[in-house]
């Protein structure tokens, strides 16, 4: 049975506008998985709803066998974190250190253990050198990792990253793919926001479209990015590498380089 | 045509801070063309954009060493609203450009109107005019502060270009855009350009900077490493040990000469690499 489960979920936020409408979800343990959509399509809302930031106003959501409604948000973050998309809604601490040590310390995580998560965390997001700064004097892209680094010490079984590739550079998207393979190395399930396609080409293996509240389609990059009549309805584009194959007439559903260049060669035969 | 912008020998420290944010810079902006900044995060993008508004040194002191020259004149020598007038800036976070004392989108964008004392029926048509062009005019009667990221950005842009600046210094204004919404800032930007404005936009989506830019400027530690014709700059592969992130077309295009497939030149956008595949698989089939 799938580990993360939305049955028939809608959410409307208190002053009436409706977000999310009757979606069907499910999420495999250790699985990573991508949200791609427009501004406004859900996702952030649907997402919310797993770590129980926000309850379903009706419908169900299930992580494992613990339905969320019966949960306080307290109870299940300990389960499932989430990576605010401003990481100045989440952070609120003077000093990266600080900002890491407060989930492993609410969750009363003895001492060694804390210390452990929080020096893994801020190794795998490259925070290390500015563990005693004031997060406000870093760049937001770096602010980004600091509040990654919070939900990787809080050792939770699910990671929701929402929009965590806005702003980066090389440097940071690399950054965050290696993150991202450590985490499901571990095991741990994954959930991504993002706008960058190319990045969901290069790191997922599937893909879940949202369009104006609802779930549009659900499959692989190759299965998504060569469906037109999706992102057509989600407003969405193939990627640079996808777009050039299709104009160039060239078949295979082409998502990565490396199956460009050998489809290109191919076609030119050239070895 | 003298410059419109001009960095003379430009080293500026912040206060307290031995490391220059931008060391030994001399450029030339000319008018009405665009021009894309990149590099990696830290390496001074945003100091370069305060500078040319003279945020840098005005409002974060600091110590500016060199001239930045606006028509001419340095903006150290400027009043304050002359170079208001010139200069739109959009900042980097929407959140920070928001005015607060505002509260609808609409007073927003017609907020910097008012300040310079614009008649009314002016502001009415221009604020309706820029947000049927920035898409946001479902939201005029919204709250500045309650809407999502990307609707900010695009309603921060829009309070910028109702003032019809010479000058857009625009930092980073996708990055909470989904991509239709980058595309379509790219396109408003560009309508800028037809109207003769100068850009000079932060970015970090190259390919998109690959097809709309006249001109590449990348920035490394505070210092300009590579200037010049966005082609050139673009397909420069080795700036990629910069950290510089390149498009799609010109990493797959290095990939394809170096197995041997006879492009004339790199390209950078996916219309270039059409142009010469197209011919190359034309002549495969003859």
């Known amino acids: ?271 | 045509m003298g410059a419109i912008v001009q960095f003379k020998n430009v080293t500026y420290n912040y206060p307290l801070s031995d490391i220059p944010a931008i060391k030994d810079i001399n450029l030339s902006f000319e008018k009405g063309k665009f021009y894309g900044v990149i590099g990696e995060n830290g390496s001074g993008k945003t100091t370069f954009c305060n500078l040319i508004r003279g945020f840098a040194p005005s409002f974060y002191k600091g110590d500016l060493k060199g001239e930045v020259l606006i028509n001419g004149k340095a903006t150290v020598d400027y009043d304050e609203g002359d170079l208001a007038l010139n200069i739109g800036y959009v900042f980097q976070n929407p959140f920070n450009q928001i005015s607060g004392v505002k509260d609808t989108v609409f007073e927003e964008v017609a907020f910097g109107l008012e300040n310079f004392g614009v008649p009314v029926d002016e502001i009415e048509r221009r604020v309706v005019d820029i947000m049927k062009l920035t898409k946001i005019e479902h939201l005029a009667e919204k709250n500045p502060f309650s809407m999502s990221g990307g609707q900010q950005q695009r309603s921060a842009l829009a309070s910028i270009i109702v003032l019809e600046p010479d000058i857009l210094v625009i930092d980073e204004p996708t990055s909470q855009l989904d991509p239709e919404g980058t595309e379509s800032v790219f396109e408003i930007i560009a309508a800028m350009k037809a109207a003769k404005k100068t850009i000079i936009l932060v970015e970090h989506k190259v390919d998109l900077i690959a097809e709309f830019a006249d001109e590449v400027i990348v920035l490394k530690e505070g210092q300009v490493i590579r200037s010049g014709k966005t082609q050139d700059v673009l397909s420069d592969l080795s700036l990629l040990e910069h950290g510089v992130q390149l498009p799609q077309m010109a990493i797959i295009g290095d990939e394809l000469i170096k197995r041997g497939v006879p492009l004339d030149y790199i390209p950078v956008t996916t219309s270039q690499a059409m142009e010469q595949l197209e011919k190359l698989l034309n002549k495969e089939a003859k």
């Not at chain 1, 095991?187 to 599937?206: L, S, Y």
């Not at chain 1, 299709?246 to 559903?253: F, H, N, P, T, V």
């Open chain 1, 1 to 271: 049975m799938a580990y993360i489960k939305l049955k028939g979920v809608s959410y409307k936020y208190p002053e009436g506008f409706l977000a999310v409408d009757n979606i069907d979800m499910e999420i495999e343990k250790g699985e990573s998985v991508a949200i791609i959509g427009q501004n406004g399509a859900g996702k952030t809302t649907t997402v919310k709803m797993m770590n129980g930031l926000l309850k379903p106003m009706s419908g169900e959501v299930f992580i494992g066998d613990l339905n969320t409604k019966d949960y306080t948000t307290a109870q299940v973050s300990r389960k499932v974190g989430y990576v605010f998309q401003n990481p100045d809604d989440q952070i609120f601490h003077s000093s990266v250190y600080a900002e890491v040590e407060f989930g492993p310390k609410k969750m009363k995580i003895d001492e060694k253990r804390k210390e452990k998560l929080i020096n893994y965390s801020l190794k795998w997001t490259g925070l290390k050198k500015h563990k005693y700064e004031n997060p406000y004097n870093l760049p937001l892209s770096i602010r980004k990792f600091v509040t990654i680094a919070s939900i990787i010490a809080m050792d939770v079984d699910v990671v929701i990253l929402d929009e965590p590739t806005a702003g980066q550079d090389l440097v940071g998207t690399l950054l965050l793919s290696n993150i991202l393979k450590e985490l499901q190395r571990r095991g741990k399930t994954i959930i991504t926001i993002t706008h960058d396609m190319q990045f969901v080409v290069e790191n997922f293996n599937r893909v879940i479209v949202m369009a104006d509240k609802k779930i549009v389609k659900t499959g692989t990059p190759k299965e998504i990015f060569w469906d037109f009549e999706a992102l057509d309805k989600a407003m969405l584009k193939q990627p640079y590498i996808s777009s050039l194959c299709y104009k160039l007439g060239i078949e295979g559903d082409i998502v990565s380089k490396q199956e460009a260049i050998d489809a290109i060669c191919k076609k030119l035969n050239i070895e």
